[in-house]
Nanobody, 119 residues
Framework: QVQLVESGGGLVQAGGSLRLSCAASRMIGSLNSMGWYRQAPGKERDLVAEITTPGNTNYADSVKGRFTISRDNAKNTVYLQMNSLKPEDTAIYYC?????????????WGQGTQVTVSS
């Protein structure tokens, strides 16, 4: 089992910045990807950004140019640097990792961290 612990959420004014962190308790098998999703009240959980093992990144159009995803393999940690925050970025942010063993592929989610952007 892999546990993900997120941190860095909080309340910030529009235009401000936050940095989210997600640390995995351990890594099993091969890491496929690490990513961040968000869910606003009454809405579905959507991809914000992800980074794959080769280092390729993918961003939602709404955050391109403002958010940056990165990872520290030695620490099994993924980060999300969020700049120029907008009220519409308010949501619970969830970390997700996908790993593969010889037998199966597993997906793990963090517990979520609240990000609130005031206007």
């Amino acid at each position: 089992q892999v546990q993900l612990v997120e941190s860095g959420g909080g309340l910030v004014q529009a235009g401000g910045s936050l940095r989210l962190s997600c640390a995995a308790s351990r890594m099993i098998g091969s890491l496929n990807s690490m990513g961040w999703y968000r869910q606003a009240p009454g809405k579905e959980r959507d991809l914000v950004a992800e980074i794959t093992t080769p280092g390729n990144t993918n961003y939602a159009d709404s955050v391109k140019g403002r958010f940056t995803i990165s990872r520290d393999n030695a620490k099994n940690t993924v980060y999300l640097q969020m700049n120029s925050l907008k009220p519409e970025d308010t949501a619970i942010y969830y970390c997700k990792i996908v790993v593969s063993t010889l037998r199966n592929t597993y997906m793990y989610w963090g517990q979520g961290t609240q990000v609130t952007v005031s206007s």
